[in-house]
Structures are given as structure tokens and as C-alpha cells.
């Protein structure tokens, strides 16, 4: 059983920045943040393999990247020019498959808030 521990949300201003860090209690092979807003759906943000392949949605390209600290089994989201359709639970997840479709991973964390006021 991996347990994942997120943190970093927080309530922002539109544009601005935030870190979000999820922690492993140990390897897994691929790591992703998923976010999940109000009356919405969940969908795939950003993953990372141990190799250091990655995949992004759409819709953060160019404003999110995520990073991975294998050594300290940690992955972050760093998220910049945040908008207020950013605002949702954001949920580290883990597992053995790549990409960013939720059924390929099997362990979730409890998430962490983002808020952004325009």
C-alpha cells in the first residue's frame, strides 16, 4: 500500500503562483496530479514516470510543470498564471502505468485545495 501525502494548496489571486508537493511513502513508477473541481469531473493535470517522461493536459500547457525528486520519492506541481477555472482538489496519485487517465493508478492521496479569486 503506497500512501500519499499532498500539500501546498492554498487561496491565491488570479495570476499568481503556486507549489504543490505530493510525498510517497515509497517508489512507484509513474506519479500524477489530478485535480477535481466544484460540480465537475475529475480530470488528469500532469504525470511523470521515474524515467522522467511526461504528459500534460491541454489546458496547463505552457502554465504548469511538474517535477519529480525520485531520491525522495516526491513529485510537485508548480503552477503559474493561475486562473480561476484552476480553482479545484488536486489529488497526487500513483501507480504503474503512464498517462493521465485515473484507472491506470491505484493509489490516491486526500488532496489539496486551490483556490483563485479574480
Known amino acids: 500500500q503506497v500512501h500519499l501525502v499532498e500539500s501546498g494548496g492554498a487561496s491565491v489571486d488570479a495570476g499568481q503562483s503556486l507549489r504543490l508537493t505530493c510525498i510517497a511513502s515509497?517508489?512507484?513508477?509513474?506519479m500524477a496530479w489530478f485535480r477535481q473541481g466544484p460540480g465537475k469531473e475529475r480530470e488528469g493535470v500532469a504525470a511523470?514516470?521515474?524515467?522522467?517522461?511526461?504528459s500534460y493536459a491541454d489546458f496547463v500547457k505552457g502554465r504548469f510543470t511538474v517535477v519529480r525528486d525520485n531520491a525522495k520519492n516526491t513529485l510537485y506541481l508548480q503552477m503559474t498564471n493561475l486562473a480561476p477555472e484552476d480553482a479545484a482538489m488536486y489529488y497526487c496519485?500513483?501507480?504503474?502505468?503512464?498517462?493521465?487517465?485515473?484507472?491506470?493508478?491505484?493509489?490516491w492521496g486526500q488532496g489539496t485545495q486551490v483556490t483563485v479569486s479574480s
Open positions: 511523470m514516470d521515474s524515467d522522467g517522461r511526461t
Open positions: 515509497e517508489y512507484t513508477y509513474c
Open positions: 496519485a500513483a501507480g504503474l502505468l503512464w498517462g493521465l487517465d485515473s484507472p491506470s493508478y491505484s493509489y
